[in-house]
């Protein structure tokens, strides 16, 4: 591991949440230092995660787990790839190559220990053989029969772990005329409905802003880990999981896809901000941006049509009772958007503040981070990275009444857990270790 080094970083200033970036000088940090929780407290301590995704996964290391991420020891996980931006490297008289560690992995890899090996290498799929005889959880994100022939599939592993819980993680399945076929979300979107319903009423199709069907599958596959784990308690018996972004994105179409099949009827397409069968339910343009009301109801509209100054509009037949709104939505949007125009949205924001109504200033993403709530609400969180220095983190986002998930470690570098998890894990000496890392087995 390289060691880090002084050097003028970017840092958020801390006097106020919506002052700019700002130049400061970084002190040398080799360990990050992270205020560790008490292990009682958290729900999935002394569980042990082999993680052997590439792209996205995370989550069951916030809760208290052990997670291994087991990555090529030189390219490592292609996240680290998917930059700009990059957190700079703190530059010393020994430096790591490269522009730092991107954006991209850092978002998803805290409380994760990395570790370098190639399984392509046979020594390389007998040391995960090893640590997966005594893992709990092992995850994965290759193309079905994939890890069959380096040995690191389900049915080879289970022979000397019964317990285990197989998580495998894919485009579109380990079954089915698509399984072989491979899937980054973007493709999902598209081929499973998302992208059809995402967009300007009379626009393109877009996809959502974020990588959204990976981050539901995710979701999806710690919930299925967990109700495993609770299982395997009962049994005695773990279990290999099929979760794909394919399933799991026509899942989430929810209440879209039933409307689809109660009426027999092709979805009605895009909306943008705008609700299919709620008027008014969008934003509206303010003379400075954006403001969206959600008028779910007859009397919510009709505190939208007082603050508006339109009073009359809660009783004209045209917009009385939701059905008529929707029937007229056109010119219902239109008059109100002619008013909204008439002032910036903080004077909006002021006009209907505690009045009941729901209503949204849209924000861009700095806004959002720098938002009173989300800090308010610790959803931003700093820590020491051990090559980076001081950088900033989304936080866990689920509060217990006593346990205390949350970011104990900071997003690893490449390798950087490899000797220690050989070491104290595999009780390799440093002999073993170094003739396994001169032959590109380890790195």
Known sequence: MSSSKLCTRLLRSKASPSTSLTHSKCTRRRFATVQQPDNKRLPLSGVKVLDLTRVLAGILGDLGAEVLKIEHPTRGDDTRQWGPPYAPYIQDKETRSGPGESAYYLSVNRNKKSVGISFKEPAGADVIRRLAAKADVFV????????????????????????????????????????????????????????????????????????????????????????????????GEGQHLDVCLSDCQVATLSNMAESVLISGERDTGRWGTSHPSVVPYRSFRTSNGDILFGAGNDRLFT???????KPEWATDARFAINSARVENRDALE?????????????EWEQVFDGKGLPYAKVNDLMDTLNHKHVRARGMVQEIDHPSCGPIELINTPVKYSYSTPGIRTPPPTLGQHTDEVLRDAMGMSEKEIEDLRRGGVVG
């Open 303 to 309: 505190l939208l049509c007082v603050g508006l100054g």
């Open 334 to 346: 239109s008059g109100i958007e002619e008013i909204t125009k008439t002032k910036t949205t903080a």
């Open 140 to 235: 994965e994100n290759y193309l079905p029969g994939t890890l069959k022939k380096y040995g690191l599939d389900y049915e080879t592993l289970r022979k000397t772990n019964e317990k285990l819980v197989y998580a495998s993680i894919t485009g579109y399945g380990q079954t089915g005329p698509y399984s072989e076929r491979a899937g980054y979300d973007v493709m999902v979107e598209a081929e499973m409905g998302l992208m059809h319903i995402t967009g300007t009423r009379d626009g393109p199709p877009v996809k959502v802003g974020c990588a959204v069907t990976d981050l539901t599958t995710g979701l999806y596959t710690a919930n299925s880990v967990m109700a495993a784990l609770l299982g395997r308690a009962k049994t």
